[in-house]
């Protein structure tokens, strides 16, 4: 794969579509409200005045989000190292956090518990013990879960129809749909399997999507239908969601007739068999067979899929995906119409990474940093690091001085050799985390320094077209790195500096030197897609003027 701006490439014919069938909302330059975020800024603790401002911001902070005051109290510190103000608040900062952790592990909330202790060593990277808990203990008392579900893969072969016991068609009754006149049932049909004695399941975000949309005002039922008596509805609940990755977990009160081991798939290669299993178009107990196509796909923003050839159809959306051993290696959510064995499944490791915090129910929401960048490569073409090509200002990265033409090697500890691997990491993150990162410079020498991991926005590229200029914008939003000209009226113009390969600048031809006018933006209704209206001068054709639309979507795996 050659990086992730080839994805955009595809994003890119799928918003001409939306497009064309009239979806986007049409606008100019004047950039739209943004929706809140966490935005911080850079603080000059040499002002007495803006110094106990941020001190009486910090205390106030501590309350809710007591990892984040500490960060903001250590960035105090950092740069009045012998300021006994900062030192007394980083150390009062410091007890609030031992307050949280010690409550958290008399709940035995152990996701809170190991995230202090991470944020804690992220900020003092000496730290063994906490409170007189150490990592491992930690782990140890963790997966509350682990007494129902079991994570540990069978090497022995199950029965076929034992398999399809554990399965549900997943039902969202959504009412009536009045067309010309005439109601129609109006439904969601999907498939889920258990994982827990305890009647608990998983199906795909998508499929219970209306369930739990705040803005969905309609009709909304959900039920599940067993295979051996696919006639009787059962109501069922939903637990927490994850849109990101497209999971649910849901729950029913019954005791299922069969509970799935959830595998490993990294233990998958290409050319394995597996086997999917679901209710496509509402025909229960379907069992197709293939292969592994792939296991690499960047279709998702925050991680990779797997590609496979079984068939799959509309109704297998949340089913698993087995081994030859009965053992979940992913979650089937997606394929491609018309193209007959194009089609996807979730790895199973994402669903075990979130699983503990998805039995603490509601939505999983992800983190960033507020950066930008892509995998960096040496000159035999081997991956060697994340390269920081872009921060958001206001973001954590930002004011954590992360800086563009950074390497980032590690973090907490785990060496990074890709932005993949890089995005795996932030995965098993919950929000409000501290974590260290360890960095090459453009000058080859090595930094090391806490971030805090704040809430990745659903569309991380609006954010920073409401953050930042429209020429340091260009860069993330089209992969095109340029300098501000000389502009007239409402028009913008720019001069491209370098292009990024694969990316939507270097797709509409452009190269350094070119000129760009940019006359209009458009955004989709949710923020995901933007088209820019450019007046262009390329070299390659003379610098003879024309006009191009550039698009992409606001959403890729780049923002990390």
Not at 59 to 73: D, F, G, Q, V
Not at 133 to 146: A, G, P, V
Not at 248 to 262: C, D, G, H, M, N
């Amino acid at each position: 794969m050659r990086n992730n701006f080839a994805v955009k490439t595809r994003l890119l014919l799928i918003f001409l579509f939306i497009f064309t069938t009239g979806l986007f909302a049409s606008g100019s330059n004047e950039k739209p409200a943004a929706a809140p975020q966490e935005v911080f800024e850079k603080v000059v603790y040499t002002d007495a005045d803006r110094k106990r401002m941020e001190i009486k911001n910090i205390e106030k902070l501590s309350e809710e989000k007591t990892p984040l005051a500490l960060w903001r109290s250590y960035l105090m510190l950092r740069s009045l190292p012998e300021d006994k103000d900062a030192l007394d608040l980083y150390n009062r900062m410091r007890e609030k956090m031992e307050t949280v952790f010690k409550a958290a592990v008399e709940k035995e909330d152990w996701t809170t518990a190991l995230s202090c202790f991470n944020s804690v060593r992220a900020l003092e990277p000496t730290v063994k013990t906490f409170c007189g808990w150490n990592e491992e203990t930690l782990k140890s008392s963790s997966r509350l879960f682990s007494e129902y579900v079991n994570i540990n893969p069978s090497r022995e072969k199950v029965k076929v129809s034992r398999l399809i016991n554990g399965t549900v068609t997943v039902l969202v009754d959504l009412g009536l749909k009045v067309q010309s006149g005439v109601g129609y049932p109006n439904k969601v049909l999907g498939s889920g399997f258990f994982i827990d004695k305890r009647g608990y399941l998983i199906t795909n975000h998508h499929v219970i999507e209306n369930m739990v949309d705040p803005t969905y005002e309609g009709y909304s039922r959900l039920y599940i239908t067993l295979p051996d008596n696919p006639d009787d509805r059962i109501p069922a609940k939903v637990i927490s969601w994850d849109s990101s990755l497209d999971l649910a977990l849901l729950k029913v009160e019954i005791t299922p007739p069969y509970v799935f081991s959830l595998g490993s798939s990294e233990n998958l290669d290409v050319g394995d068999r597996i086997y999917a299993i679901g209710s496509p178009v509402g025909l229960e107990r379907t069992l197709t067979s293939g292969i592994v196509s792939a296991v690499d796909r960047p279709l998702l923003a925050t991680g990779r899929v797997m590609q496979i050839d079984a068939a799959i159809n509309s109704g297998n959306s949340g089913g698993p995906l087995i081994d030859e051993y009965g053992n979940v290696q992913g979650i089937v959510f997606a394929g491609i119409t018309g193209y007959e064995g194009l089609n996807f499944a979730i790895p199973v490791e994402y669903l075990k990474m979130n699983l503990e915090r998805m039995y603490k129910g509601n939505q999983i929401n992800h983190v960033w940093t507020g950066s930008f960048g892509m995998t960096k490569r040496t000159e035999a073409l081997r991956p060697d690091g994340l390269e920081v090509l872009y921060t958001m200002p206001g973001s954590s990265a930002y004011v954590s001085e992360l800086k563009n033409g950074d390497i980032i090697t590690a973090i907490d500890g785990k060496s990074i050799k890709t932005l993949e691997e890089f995005q795996d990491v932030l995965l098993s993150k919950p929000l409000n985390t501290i974590a260290r990162v360890s960095c090459r410079t453009q000058d080859n020498d090595t930094k090391e320094f806490p971030v805090y991991l704040a809430q990745r926005p659903e569309n991380p590229g609006y954010e920073v077209y409401q953050h930042d200029s429209l020429a340091n914008a260009f860069l993330p939003l089209f992969g095109m790195e340029v300098s501000a000209g000389t502009s007239s009226g409402k028009a913008k113009k720019f001069f491209v500096k370098s292009v990024l390969t694969g990316s939507p600048g270097e797709d509409s031809g452009f190269a350094p030197n070119d000129s760009i006018e940019v006359t209009k933006s458009k955004f989709s209704d949710d923020k995901s897609y933007i088209m820019t209206e450019v007046y262009a001068k390329k070299r390659r054709n003379g610098f003879m003027g024309m006009w191009i639309s550039l698009a992409n979507a606001l959403d890729t795996p780049n923002y990390f």
